[in-house]
């Protein structure tokens, strides 16, 4: 049985349409990644999934239990744990107690310690700056904050929302090796969004390409890596903007 699988999701803003019925599965064990440009609905999709956001139709099924309409609090204590995008950390709270807040759903301090020895295994720094405050990180160093943070509940599936966004190529190579470990090693199921294709398509094993609402691609992330449309069209638009989104929809990839 998959760990997640959505079918048919349909989201809307007022009279928007975001979300046109999109479908995806995640299965157990596996990284995948859903690619897309600016404002192609990923985010939305991680919001809906956690319970923040209402879907019109369709459904989101966690290892056979349909979980759509249930409250977000709900959905973590299920094992679904997000990751928002834009890190935000609680800027005044130390990196300890950023740490606590993601093990609301636990009531027994020892499995929170064991909880806080993972993510400190995973992200040493956060022990090191454990009694600093949150805002006095580095962009880098507040990305696996929220990380350690999403951890703290042990989650099944950590939704990953452009983890990459606005670090240095460096930094990304860092978080998207410890991504790839926790994965490995805590056997944590992972979605990551992102719009940086490149380390997405290294980092995950399957990959979907979301288009303003719609998914237009399904593959293992070798296959799409080889495809010479993503290569000219979704791989080029990073260096060239706006553009290749454009050349994209004109070439008329739609399934
Ligand atoms: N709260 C909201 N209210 C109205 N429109 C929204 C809201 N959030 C996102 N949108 C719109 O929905 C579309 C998809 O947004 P989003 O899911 O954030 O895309 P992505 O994460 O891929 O950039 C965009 O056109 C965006 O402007
Ligand atoms: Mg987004």
Same mark, same amino acid.
């Given at each position: 049985?998959?760990?997640?699988?959505?079918?048919?999701?349909?989201?809307?803003?007022?009279?928007?349409?975001?979300?046109?019925?999109?479908?995806? *599965? +995640?299965?157990?064990?596996?990284?995948? *990644?859903?690619?897309?440009?600016?404002?192609?609905?990923?985010?939305?999709?991680?919001? *809906?999934?956690?319970?923040?956001?209402?879907?019109?139709?369709?459904?989101?099924?966690?290892?056979?239990?349909?979980?759509?309409?249930?409250?977000?609090?709900?959905?973590?204590?299920?094992? +679904?744990?997000?990751?928002?995008?834009?890190?935000?950390?609680?800027?005044?709270?130390?990196?300890?107690?950023?740490?606590?807040?993601?093990?609301?759903?636990?009531?027994?301090?020892?499995?929170?310690?064991?909880?806080?020895?993972?993510?400190?295994?995973?992200?040493?720094?956060?022990?090191?700056?454990?009694?600093?405050?949150?805002?006095?990180?580095?962009?880098?160093?507040?990305?696996?904050?929220?990380?350690?943070?999403?951890?703290?509940?042990?989650?099944?599936?950590?939704?990953?929302?452009?983890?990459?966004?606005?670090?240095?190529?460096?930094?990304?190579?860092?978080?998207?090796?410890?991504?790839?470990?926790?994965?490995?090693?805590?056997?944590?199921?992972?979605?990551?969004?992102?719009?940086?294709?490149?380390?997405?398509?290294?980092?995950?094993?399957?990959?979907? +390409?979301?288009?303003?609402?719609?998914?237009?691609?399904?593959?293992?992330?070798?296959?799409?890596?080889?495809?010479?449309?993503?290569?000219?069209?979704?791989?080029?638009?990073?260096?060239?903007?706006?553009?290749?989104?454009?050349?994209?929809?004109?070439?008329?990839?739609?399934?």
């Amino acid at each position: 049985m998959a760990l997640l699988e959505v079918r048919n999701l349909e989201v809307s803003y007022g009279p928007v349409n975001v979300l046109k019925g999109i479908s995806f *599965t +995640i299965e157990k064990g596996q990284i995948i *990644t859903i690619l897309g440009a600016n404002g192609a609905g990923k985010t939305t999709t991680l919001r *809906t999934i956690s319970g923040l956001v209402e879907p019109e139709k369709g459904n989101i099924i966690l290892e056979g239990q349909e979980i759509k309409g249930f409250e977000p609090d709900r959905i973590v204590r299920l094992g +679904i744990s997000h990751v928002p995008e834009g890190r935000e950390v609680f800027p005044d709270l130390s990196v300890y107690k950023n740490l606590l807040m993601g093990a609301f759903i636990n009531s027994d301090a020892r499995v929170v310690a064991e909880n806080l020895e993972m993510v400190y295994h995973y992200f040493p720094l956060l022990r090191d700056r454990s009694s600093q405050h949150a805002y006095t990180l580095s962009g880098g160093e507040q990305q696996m904050l929220v990380i350690g943070r999403a951890l703290m509940s042990k989650p099944k599936l950590l939704l990953l929302d452009e983890p990459s966004l606005g670090l240095s190529p460096k930094l990304i190579k860092t978080i998207f090796g410890i991504v790839r470990r926790i994965n490995e090693e805590e056997s944590t199921t992972i979605l990551l969004v992102e719009q940086n294709a490149r380390m997405a398509l290294e980092v995950a094993q399957h990959g979907y +390409i979301l288009e303003v609402g719609r998914m237009v691609m399904d593959d293992t992330t070798e296959r799409l890596k080889q495809n010479e449309d993503v290569q000219e069209f979704y791989l080029g638009m990073q260096e060239h903007g706006i553009r290749g989104t454009r050349r994209w929809k004109k070439k008329k990839m739609w399934r």
